[in-house]
């Protein structure tokens, strides 16, 4: 791309994330910035010295353990967590199971209990035990017990749709208390609730719940990573503080968040595979600087495959990841990545 086109798809990016997202535009100068940070001739771009900030885990020891999809090193998931501790150098790493959900960790949280406590012995940096809420597993069409409220809405029965959600809800916050209560005794520093709200209004309020109870049972710090930019009205009835939470876009999310008394925020931009680095990177810019200045818990905000101008691929290409990171430090505010 030309200098100009890269403007230009900035420009449209910052525009968008404004229009659809109710926040404010990025300015001309924040947008020269962040045109003269992809203009930068070095394949890897970094921040200045004494601007670097945290870096957090989701997914844990899952990058480099037997799981096929990443590394798939033959290493022990202690191993795992001293890798991405001494090796790789972050700031936060998270024990989590192949099977990253708190309904299936359930029946093992005695053995991922032991997991924690031994590397709790042998680490530095805090650890977090990371799974997902994943709603759609209550539901009889993924072998849960609900009847699938999508199966439902085909035969007009809204009414049973949202009950069947909200019971499942009920079940999602007794199951992420399970977890935390077992992870507290065991040592653990806090709880990562990843990829939260990926079924729907029904699925993010069942971890405000369960976010209210851990504040109250454990000594965890809970840490919220979101599944999108805006939350799917799969109830549309439900609220939480007085606000409807069908529709709510990230700053509205976090703040909710806060309310529940979460300790950090993951907030999300989904990138769009048919528009451009530069057109993603402006609109999550645009609205992920409306978080940074709306909560006041800290923004560790997701930047991995397919989120926040990160293209859509399975290797991401380090000079794009590099740029938006930066970006996304000098122009949002960002706490973490």
């Given at each position: 791309?030309?200098?100009?086109?890269?403007?230009?798809?900035?420009?449209?990016?910052?525009?968008?994330?404004?229009?659809?997202?109710?926040?404010?535009e990025?300015?001309s100068?924040?947008?020269?910035?962040?045109?003269?940070?992809?203009?930068?001739?070095?394949?890897?771009?970094a921040?200045?010295?004494?601007?670097e900030?945290?870096?957090?885990?989701?997914?844990?020891?899952?990058?480099?353990?037997?799981?096929?999809?990443?590394?798939?090193?033959?290493?022990?998931?202690?191993?795992?967590?001293?890798?991405?501790?001494?090796?790789?150098?972050?700031?936060?790493?998270?024990?989590?199971?192949?099977?990253?959900?708190?309904?299936?960790?359930?029946?093992?949280?005695?053995?991922?209990?032991?997991?924690?406590?031994?590397?709790?012995?042998?680490?530095?940096?805090?650890?977090?035990?990371?799974?997902?809420?994943?709603?759609?597993?209550?539901?009889?069409?993924?072998?849960?017990?609900?009847?699938?409220?999508?199966e439902?809405?085909?035969?007009?029965?809204?009414?049973?749709?949202?009950?069947?959600?909200?019971?499942?809800?009920?079940?999602?916050?007794?199951?992420?208390?399970y977890?935390?209560?077992?992870?507290?005794?065991?040592?653990?520093?806090?709880?990562?609730?990843?990829?939260?709200?990926?079924?729907?209004?029904?699925?993010?309020?069942?971890?405000?719940?369960?976010?209210?109870?851990?504040?109250k049972?454990?000594?965890?710090?809970?840490?919220?990573?979101?599944?999108?930019?805006?939350?799917?009205?799969?109830?549309?009835?439900?609220?939480?503080?007085?606000?409807?939470?069908a529709?709510?876009?990230?700053?509205?999310?976090?703040?909710?968040?806060?309310?529940?008394?979460?300790?950090?925020?993951?907030?999300?931009?989904?990138?769009?595979?048919?528009?451009?680095?530069?057109w993603?990177?402006?609109?999550?810019?645009?609205?992920?600087?409306?978080?940074s200045?709306?909560?006041?818990?800290p923004?560790?905000?997701?930047?991995?495959?397919?989120?926040?101008?990160?293209?859509?691929?399975?290797?991401t290409?380090?000079?794009?990841?590099?740029?938006?990171?930066k970006?996304?430090?000098?122009?949002?505010?960002?706490?973490?990545?």
């Amino acid at each position: 791309m030309t200098k100009e086109q890269i403007k230009t798809e900035l420009e449209a990016g910052n525009t968008e994330a404004a229009e659809k997202g109710h926040v404010a535009e990025l300015s001309s100068g924040e947008l020269e910035t962040v045109l003269d940070i992809m203009l930068e001739p070095s394949k890897i771009v970094a921040v200045e010295r004494g601007k670097e900030i945290v870096m957090s885990r989701d997914g844990g020891v899952l990058k480099y353990t037997g799981c096929a999809r990443y590394a798939g090193v033959p290493i022990s998931k202690e191993q795992g967590i001293i890798i991405g501790e001494r090796i790789i150098g972050l700031d936060t790493m998270e024990l989590g199971h192949a099977d990253y959900s708190f309904k299936p960790c359930k029946p093992i949280a005695f053995d991922e209990a032991h997991h924690m406590e031994n590397a709790q012995m042998l680490t530095i940096v805090p650890l977090f035990y990371g799974a997902m809420p994943n709603l759609g597993v209550y539901y009889q069409s993924l072998g849960g017990k609900w009847p699938t409220p999508t199966e439902l809405l085909k035969e007009g029965k809204i009414k049973e749709s949202g009950e069947t959600q909200e019971r499942a809800a009920e079940d999602l916050t007794k199951d992420i208390m399970y977890l935390a209560r077992i992870m507290d005794q065991s040592g653990a520093d806090g709880l990562n609730i990843d990829t939260t709200a990926a079924a729907g209004d029904a699925e993010f309020y069942g971890t405000l719940k369960a976010i209210e109870q851990i504040k109250k049972e454990t000594s965890l710090a809970v840490e919220v990573g979101m599944a999108s930019e805006t939350i799917i009205g799969m109830h549309i009835g439900l609220e939480y503080d007085g606000k409807r939470l069908a529709g709510l876009w990230p700053h509205e999310q976090g703040k909710l968040i806060e309310k529940a008394g979460a300790s950090i925020f993951g907030p999300v931009v989904n990138t769009r595979p048919t528009k451009s680095f530069p057109w993603n990177l402006a609109r999550s810019l645009a609205l992920v600087k409306a978080v940074s200045q709306s909560v006041r818990i800290p923004i560790h905000v997701n930047m991995g495959m397919g989120v926040c101008g990160v293209p859509m691929t399975d290797i991401t290409p380090v000079d794009a990841v590099t740029r938006a990171a930066k970006s996304m430090i000098i122009i949002a505010d960002v706490d973490g990545i």
